[in-house]
């Protein structure tokens, strides 16, 4: 059967500023939250940082080159805040600015639709140290920091995204603290979730205010596929909480005007949410021109059974859970295939959730904003690197997103996670995401077969074969 994708359809890449621009001490940049938890031993694997990452800071314009080069129309990437506006307040330097401009208009010249994403972790290390998310200032700081981006650059971007995974922002970095900044307090994981939905409403009024019309606004969200491991009315509760802390802790605000009832039963005995000020959900309750989704697999949960602990919620090694009030709950390894991140490899979460928000969201259009997987790539004797399990992953995503549109999802976009290897958070770049492969060693980029694949179905909108495992 051939797989067409709708006229129009975008396809892109992505990646983040920390991830792939290295250059953290030049042009006035100062360290963002992400310098300094990497520089701290034993918080990242092998003791790597950013400082160099890909070196994308200096090689933009090849990388553009190799992006048109394969053929694709799309590119989201995101704005290091400490770049533009070094202490997280008052006037940005334009140094910063220029070079999101510069690499704006090479785009363009190439016929690449850019999309900028204002937020993906990096927050500038004063506005951590003057309190982080769990301070409600910072939301509106980031507001003031998406206002002169948006004036800046709103000329020539039509695609904005206000944050990129509050969860992991909030949940991992002050709740687990196997993100930046490290904390490791439920309670200010919770207020940071509040604050970084604030930062959506109040940044998506800023934009709204410097942005021509025709430009479309939205946030990426990692909602969780949550499945229950048993049909026991116990685990559908452990589903219930974990849905609670994933998704509705934030799509409740954002798409309805309210947190959810339950949420607030969960986490009483931790607080009572006064950090909630009358009139911030409708304020988060914007209006959305596109829902983003990053996923990866979905989530098993049980009520903790006795014995040892099952915890595999694939977020990283550590004492504190990132679940707060459902510290019990037990995360379980689907039966089947996995990827190098020990993710399970199954569409079926994908295609629950794309429907799902096509219910919760009507009338706002769905973005895949990241879906990718990472594998041990390694080059040939011939230097080629081939990459059959990505194709195979791609090629099964992006054949269940065909059956939800068919089943009437809105679904206008697509954007493979990663355009190349980079810089994998807490995993150092022992994880390589990447369509193109770096040699970290020489910063040589090669293009993978999963690359080539991918550039043929940008091209004609047609899902290519994959080859058969
Ligand atoms: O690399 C990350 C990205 O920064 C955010 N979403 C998930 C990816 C893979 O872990």
């Not at 067409?4 to 991830?19: M, R």
């Not at 704006?104 to 999309?115: C, K, V």
């Not at 048993?230 to 509760?237: E, H, K, V, W």
């Not at 589903?239 to 339950?262: E, M, V, W």
Request: aromatic letters at 10%.
């Amino acid at each position: 059967m051939t797989e067409s994708f709708p006229p129009g359809f975008l396809w892109g890449t992505a990646t983040a500023a920390y991830q792939i621009e290295g250059a953290v001490r030049e042009d006035g940049r100062t360290p963002s939250i992400w310098d300094t938890f990497a520089r701290t031993p034993g918080k990242v694997l092998g003791g790597d940082t950013g400082e160099i990452a890909v070196d994308h800071y200096h090689r933009w314009r090849d990388d553009i080159r190799m992006m048109a080069d394969l053929g694709l129309t799309a590119y989201r990437f995101s704005v290091s805040w400490p770049r533009v506006q070094p202490t997280g307040r008052g006037p940005v330097v334009q140094r910063g600015l220029d070079f999101y401009r510069a690499l704006t208009d090479e785009l363009l010249a190439h016929g690449i639709r850019p999309s900028l994403t204002l937020y993906h972790w990096d927050l500038p290390q004063e506005l951590e140290d003057a309190g982080g998310w769990p301070a409600r200032d910072t939301a509106y700081r980031f507001a003031e920091y998406a206002g002169q981006v948006a004036g800046a650059l709103g000329d020539r971007i039509d695609l904005w995204t206000t944050l990129n995974e509050p969860w992991c922002s909030a949940f991992l970095g002050y709740g687990s603290g196997v993100h930046a900044p490290g904390r490791t307090d439920p309670v200010a994981a919770l207020r940071a979730a509040h604050h970084l939905n604030l930062a959506h409403g109040l940044g998506t009024q800023a934009l709204r205010a410097a942005l021509p019309a025709r430009a479309q606004t939205g946030i990426a969200l990692n909602p969780s596929a949550v499945r229950p491991l048993t049909l026991s009315p116990q685990d559908a509760d452990a589903q219930r909480r974990i849905d609670a802390l994933a998704n509705r802790a934030f799509t409740g605000p954002i798409l309805k005007g309210a947190y959810p009832q339950d949420l607030f039963a969960d986490t009483a005995r931790l607080t009572d949410w006064s950090f909630v000020d009358a009139g911030d959900e409708s304020t988060i309750h914007q209006r959305l021109d596109f829902l983003g989704i990053n996923y990866y697999a979905p989530t098993v949960v049980s009520a903790a059974p006795p014995g040892p602990d099952p915890r595999r919620d694939g977020h990283g090694a550590s004492a504190h859970s990132p679940w707060p009030g459902a510290e019990d709950v037990a995360f379980h390894q689907p039966p089947g295939e996995l990827t190098a991140m020990e993710w399970s490899v199954d569409p079926t979460g994908l295609y629950d959730l794309l429907l799902r928000y096509t219910r919760e969201a009507p009338g706002v259009a769905l973005m895949i904003t990241e879906n990718g997987a990472a594998y041990d790539d390694k080059p040939g004797t011939d230097g080629t690197v081939h990459d059959p399990d990505r194709i195979r992953y791609l090629h099964a995503h992006l054949a269940t997103v065909r059956r939800a549109i068919d089943a009437g999802a809105d679904v206008s976009g697509y954007f493979l996670w990663s355009l190349m290897d980079n810089f994998e958070w807490s995993y150092g770049y022992s994880k390589r995401f990447g369509a193109v492969y770096v040699d970290y060693e020489t910063q040589q980029r090669t293009p993978k077969s999963s690359a080539e694949w991918y550039a043929r179905l940008a091209r004609t909108g047609v899902l290519p074969e994959a080859p058969a495992a």
